[in-house]
């Protein structure tokens, strides 16, 4: 069992900026997949970066430009820089770890993030 914690969600300004991050109970360097996903109202779950073992990342075409995965593999945390927010970006952000391809994920509570003048 691998437990996730995300913080760093709220509220923020149009054109703002925001840094989640999620804090993994166990050793994340040889994971598969980091990810985040959101999931507005009434909308689906979407993935929004994932970040591979390989070091490729990944990007929904939302977010590009805008939205940085990264990990810290010393703190077992992953993160996510969120810059120039639009009022579509509000979500409920999960993070999600995957230790191998075919396993199944490991979900964080989720952390809401509102932008809203």
């Known amino acids: 069992q691998v437990q996730l914690v995300e913080s760093g969600g709220g509220l923020v300004q149009p054109g703002g900026s925001l840094e989640l991050s999620c804090a993994a109970s166990?050793?994340?360097?040889?994971?598969?997949?980091l990810a985040w996903y959101r999931q507005a109202p009434g909308k689906q779950r979407e993935v929004v970066a994932g970040?591979?073992?390989?070091?490729?990342?990944n990007y929904a075409d939302s977010v590009k430009g805008r939205f940085t995965i990264s990990a810290d593999y010393a703190k077992n945390t992953v993160s996510l820089q969120m810059n120039r927010l639009k009022p579509d970006d509000t979500a409920v952000y999960y993070c999600n770890v995957r230790r191998r391809l075919f396993e199944n994920p490991y979900w964080g509570q989720g952390t809401q993030v509102t932008v809203s003048s």
């Open positions: 970040l591979t073992n390989g070091g490729n990342q």
């Open positions: 166990a050793s994340i360097g040889s994971f598969y997949m």
